[in-house]
């Protein structure tokens, strides 16, 4: 029978057994409440404080980051408008030389067409004059000759062809003909 005795000693109440269970269990609550629990919840709560704190930080971050993401986009969009209006001005500024550039070719053309044709009228009256001079000193020198000589039709046509032969190559050498007395 020992077997039964020893499955009614656990199932029995015992009223010591209960009171030394229970003060133990409270003094141990209250030992590890001291040494234990008031540490590991001061652990527990520093640590809920810190990441409360990151938290609140990585907000305060992001809501940084977002606001730094605007001022870059609206500086790149500012650079951006700025660029394209320095473009068009650039644009307008070659334009305008452009015209410039293209008046003032045509204003030194039409000055250099001017000059051209005023050198030529000066030419071209001087080149008169000079044939009125030689047709002028070719009469005085056939006069001077038809004077020195008498002379019938066939020796005056001869005379000034030779004369006029004469004229040619002196023309063609120093462009005045000779003058002889």
């Keep these: 029978m020992p077997i039964i005795l020893a ?3 656990l199932v029995d109440v015992r009223p010591g057994l209960i009171f030394w269970t229970l003060v133990t269990f409270f003094l141990v609550a209250l ?3 001291r040494v234990a629990w008031g540490p590991i919840l001061k652990v527990v709560d520093e640590r809920e404080k810190a990441i409360a704190a990151s938290i609140e930080s990585a907000k305060r971050e992001r809501a940084e980051a ?4 605007a001022e870059q986009k609206d500086a790149i ?10 473009m068009r001005r650039n644009a307008e500024d070659v334009e305008k030389l452009r015209n410039e550039l293209i008046s003032k070719a045509r204003a030194e053309a039409e000055a250099q067409k001017t000059d051209a044709l005023r050198e030529i009228q000066n030419e071209k009256a001087k080149a008169v004059n000079e044939v009125k001079n030689i047709a002028a000193e070719l009469a ?3 006069a001077e000759r038809l004077l020195n000589e008498r002379l019938d039709a066939t020796k005056q046509k001869e005379l ?4 006029l032969a004469e004229i ?4 063609g050498s ?3 003909p000779e003058t002889r007395g």
């Design 7 to 9: 499955a009614s000693s």
């Design 31 to 33: 030992l590890l409440r």
């Design 66 to 69: 977002e606001r730094l993401l």
């Design 77 to 86: 969009q500012k650079a951006r408008a700025e660029a394209a209006e320095m």
């Design 140 to 142: 005085i020198q056939i």
């Design 160 to 163: 000034a062809s030779q004369y």
């Design 168 to 171: 040619s190559r002196t023309a």
């Design 174 to 176: 120093s462009g005045r």
